[in-house]
């Protein structure tokens, strides 16, 4: 708490909620923009374009959506973030706990290696020519194995668990359990706030891919979601006034479904990350 | 410590046991390091190479380098890069500081959660999302901002197709995603500040403007030169919200290096040309950040990796 007197402090007070109010605005403004616009009636969206205050609720446009690619893509989206934050976790977690281990054989080599992967890579091209020697273009597990591990999380679990007081794992040890057992008893309940805030960052980076799409798969039937979106946003809109038009309506559905399974886990895991990322940022 | 590790590990694993269960724990992680990470790192030796043209591959030494520096677009995309890095440096680096420094004034508990609580979230969209919020809210046709500006009597900007737009797009969608999240650093850093140095500059005669420059700003000062070793680590590779984002209209200053060697490289084919664009861009970046860490020794006398 800081220490102050005098006049100027109430204003500064009114000053400040402005501006952080201001800012919160202009964030939630045009997501509610997005989504009034996704659940308002054909005619007021041909009218108004952008709504804010929908005259009436109509989903029919999330009933369309729902029979379309768009679903298909939706769905496809959820298992490659499935399949891949579980694939990162598995690998995250055991070489953090042994990255950990003061005692490890060879600790100070092999936290070289993985920091310096942070300082100099090989660029797009050699990692594209890798995957596609393993033969993995064109697959889903391209999608998840080449970028399965993230260095920056790696660090964060790394750091909590070296942040884990050594007495709680002798109790564990002098009650007879094994390596494992410790890990499985002793380290992963205590490291709730970090497991969420990796797990929610793996999901998410999973979740938002585009970029690896559009570079390792070729069969546009494997395209995920993102990039369905970004076709029909940005592909439409160069055609400014086509046969066809795309409402509004239909593009801002397929962006909520787009953001939809981040917004809903985001609310739980909020709190998490930020207790998850102080502790897991302490330097060593 | 209460207990001595030496007296109690015999009761659980003995000692070499325990080292071999590390390293199992260990080995797959290693591995994928090896294939993902130091093999692409063995292939920039297609720089040296004509890889990707002829069927016959062969040495051409540091042709492809000579090829670039000579290149009409090496200095339109390098000086993209770096222009599009400097303005984000000016306008984006000190926004998420500042925002901390409001948020630390903020006493309501339930207040301050509710505003970490937005200003977080967008950074978890894709860049694919924020892009098509803003061509949506800058459309000329029916966007938000051109009804705006007609309302003032100023005929439409098709903001997205113009060059001298585009740059502002992409730094203004940046601070919209990133400015909050990149704030969580600091706030964490602002919680750990102990009180009693606010309340001895308070009996010295500082006001709260005082107290923020002579306590909180000090106490920022290792955290604001980490941020800015890792942003400088990333500076050259901005990428895939151009790739999402650009289109052939604002080619011409959209064109950055990572963009430049994923076109010609995977769309054009030039395999050994594009890697070595992709290694100019990963040694330029390696040395700013070494170059920035001997700096910061020097400077803020403590080295920052």
Same mark, same amino acid.
């Given at each position: 708490?800081?220490?102050?007197?005098?006049?100027?402090?109430?204003?500064?007070?009114?000053?400040?909620?402005?501006l952080?109010?201001?800012?919160?605005?202009?964030?939630?403004?045009?997501i509610?923009?997005?989504?009034?616009?996704?659940?308002?009636?054909?005619? +007021?969206?041909?009218?108004?374009?952008?709504?804010?205050?929908?005259? %009436?609720?109509?989903?029919?446009?999330?009933?369309?959506?729902?029979?379309?690619?768009?679903?298909?893509a939706?769905?496809? *989206? @959820?298992?490659?973030?499935?399949?891949?934050?579980?694939?990162?976790?598995?690998?995250?977690?055991?070489?953090?706990?042994?990255?950990? +281990?003061?005692?490890?054989?060879?600790?100070?080599?092999?936290?070289?290696?993985?920091?310096?992967?942070?300082?100099?890579?090989?660029? @797009?091209?050699?990692?594209?020519?890798?995957?596609?020697?393993?033969?993995?273009?064109?697959?889903?597990? %391209?999608?998840?194995?080449?970028?399965?591990?993230?260095?920056?999380?790696?660090?964060?679990?790394?750091?909590?668990?070296?942040?884990?007081?050594?007495?709680?794992?002798? %109790?564990?040890?002098?009650?007879?359990?094994?390596?494992?057992? @410790?890990?499985?008893?002793?380290?992963?309940?205590? *490291?709730?706030?970090?497991? %969420?805030?990796?797990?929610?960052?793996?999901?998410?980076?999973?979740?938002?891919?585009?970029?690896?799409?559009?570079?390792?798969?070729?069969?546009? *039937?494997?395209?995920?979601?993102?990039?369905?979106?970004?076709?029909?946003?940005?592909?439409?809109?160069? @055609?400014? *006034?086509?046969?066809? +038009?795309?409402?509004?309506?239909?593009?801002?559905?397929?962006?909520?479904?787009?953001?939809?399974?981040?917004?809903?886990?985001?609310?739980?895991?909020?709190r998490?990350?930020?207790?998850?990322?102080?502790?897991?940022?302490?330097?060593? | 410590?209460?207990?001595?590790?030496?007296? $109690?590990?015999?009761?659980?694993?003995?000692?070499?046991?325990?080292?071999t269960?590390?390293?199992?724990?260990?080995?797959?992680?290693?591995?994928?390091?090896?294939?993902?990470?130091?093999?692409?790192?063995?292939?920039?030796?297609?720089?040296?190479?004509d890889?990707?043209?002829?069927?016959?591959?062969?040495?051409?030494?540091?042709?492809?380098?000579?090829?670039?520096f000579?290149?009409?677009?090496?200095?339109r995309?390098?000086?993209?890069?770096?222009?599009?890095?400097?303005?984000?440096?000016?306008?984006?680096f000190?926004?998420?500081?500042?925002?901390a420094?409001?948020?630390?004034?903020?006493?309501?508990?339930?207040?301050?959660?509710?505003?970490?609580?937005v200003?977080?979230?967008?950074?978890?969209?894709?860049?694919?999302?924020?892009?098509?919020?803003?061509?949506?809210?800058?459309?000329?046709?029916?966007?938000? $901002?051109?009804?705006?500006?007609?309302?003032l009597?100023?005929?439409p900007?098709?903001?997205m197709?113009?060059?001298?737009?585009?740059?502002?797009?992409?730094v203004?969608?940046? $601070?919209?995603?990133?400015?909050?999240?990149?704030?969580?650093?600091?706030?964490?850093?602002?919680?750990?500040?102990?009180?009693?140095?606010?309340?001895?500059?308070y009996?010295?005669?500082?006001?709260?403007l005082?107290?923020?420059?002579?306590?909180?700003?000090?106490?920022?000062?290792?955290t604001?030169?980490?941020?800015?070793?890792?942003?400088?680590?990333?500076?050259?590779?901005i990428?895939?919200?151009?790739?999402?984002?650009?289109?052939?209209?604002?080619?011409?200053?959209?064109?950055?290096?990572k963009?430049?060697?994923?076109?010609?490289?995977?769309?054009?084919?030039?395999?050994?040309?594009?890697?070595?664009?992709?290694?100019?861009?990963?040694?330029?970046?390696f040395?700013?950040?070494?170059?920035?860490?001997?700096?910061?020794?020097? $400077?803020?006398d403590?080295?920052?990796?």
């Amino acid at each position: 708490m800081k220490y102050a007197s005098g006049p100027g402090r109430k204003a500064f007070q009114t000053l400040n909620a402005l501006l952080l109010s201001l800012t919160c605005l202009s964030i939630l403004l045009p997501i509610w923009m997005v989504l009034a616009t996704s659940v308002s009636p054909n005619a +007021q969206v041909i009218r108004e374009s952008y709504v804010f205050f929908p005259s %009436a609720v109509d989903l029919s446009y999330y009933r369309s959506v729902l029979q379309s690619g768009y679903f298909s893509a939706f769905l496809r *989206s @959820i298992a490659v973030t499935v399949a891949g934050t579980v694939a990162s976790m598995a690998l995250t977690l055991p070489m953090g706990y042994a990255l950990a +281990q003061k005692d490890l054989w060879g600790r100070s080599f092999f936290l070289k290696m993985v920091l310096l992967t942070m300082l100099f890579d090989g660029g @797009i091209i050699p990692f594209y020519m890798v995957v596609r020697n393993l033969g993995l273009i064109d697959s889903y597990a %391209a999608l998840v194995l080449p970028v399965a591990l993230s260095t920056y999380n790696l660090i964060l679990v790394k750091n909590y668990m070296a942040s884990i007081p050594p007495s709680l794992i002798d %109790a564990g040890r002098i009650d007879g359990c094994g390596e494992m057992r @410790i890990l499985a008893y002793v380290i992963l309940p205590v *490291s709730t706030p970090i497991l %969420a805030a990796v797990g929610l960052f793996y999901a998410v980076t999973y979740w938002n891919t585009y970029f690896e799409v559009v570079m390792f798969i070729n069969s546009s *039937s494997k395209y995920t979601l993102q990039v369905l979106l970004r076709q029909l946003i940005f592909e439409s809109e160069s @055609i400014t *006034s086509g046969a066809e +038009q795309i409402y509004n309506n239909f593009k801002m559905t397929v962006m909520v479904m787009a953001v939809l399974p981040i917004a809903l886990i985001y609310p739980y895991i909020q709190r998490h990350f930020v207790t998850g990322l102080m502790l897991g940022s302490l330097k060593e | 410590m209460l207990l001595d590790r030496t007296q $109690v590990r015999p009761r659980g694993l003995s000692a070499p046991r325990r080292r071999t269960t590390l390293l199992l724990l260990l080995i797959p992680g290693v591995l994928w390091y090896v294939l993902f990470k130091y093999l692409p790192m063995a292939g920039i030796a297609y720089a040296f190479t004509d890889f990707g043209f002829r069927a016959k591959v062969s040495f051409v030494g540091l042709d492809n380098f000579k090829r670039l520096f000579a290149s009409m677009d090496f200095g339109r995309v390098l000086g993209n890069t770096l222009l599009l890095s400097l303005l984000n440096m000016v306008v984006f680096f000190p926004l998420p500081i500042l925002i901390a420094l409001l948020l630390n004034e903020i006493r309501g508990l339930k207040a301050r959660r509710a505003v970490q609580f937005v200003i977080y979230l967008p950074h978890f969209f894709s860049w694919v999302v924020v892009g098509g919020i803003f061509t949506m809210l800058l459309s000329p046709s029916n966007g938000l $901002v051109n009804a705006l500006l007609g309302r003032l009597g100023v005929a439409p900007v098709y903001f997205m197709a113009s060059p001298g737009w585009f740059r502002w797009i992409l730094v203004g969608s940046h $601070v919209w995603r990133d400015m909050g999240y990149a704030a969580v650093i600091y706030i964490a850093t602002l919680a750990t500040i102990d009180p009693e140095l606010y309340a001895s500059a308070y009996v010295d005669g500082a006001g709260r403007l005082a107290q923020t420059w002579y306590v909180t700003l000090p106490c920022l000062r290792s955290t604001i030169a980490t941020v800015l070793l890792l942003n400088l680590a990333g500076v050259l590779k901005i990428f895939e919200q151009i790739l999402v984002m650009y289109n052939s209209a604002v080619k011409q200053v959209s064109d950055v290096l990572k963009t430049y060697e994923f076109t010609e490289g995977l769309l054009n084919g030039d395999i050994g040309y594009a890697t070595a664009v992709g290694l100019f861009t990963s040694l330029v970046s390696f040395v700013l950040v070494v170059g920035l860490n001997q700096l910061s020794k020097h $400077v803020l006398d403590e080295s920052i990796m």
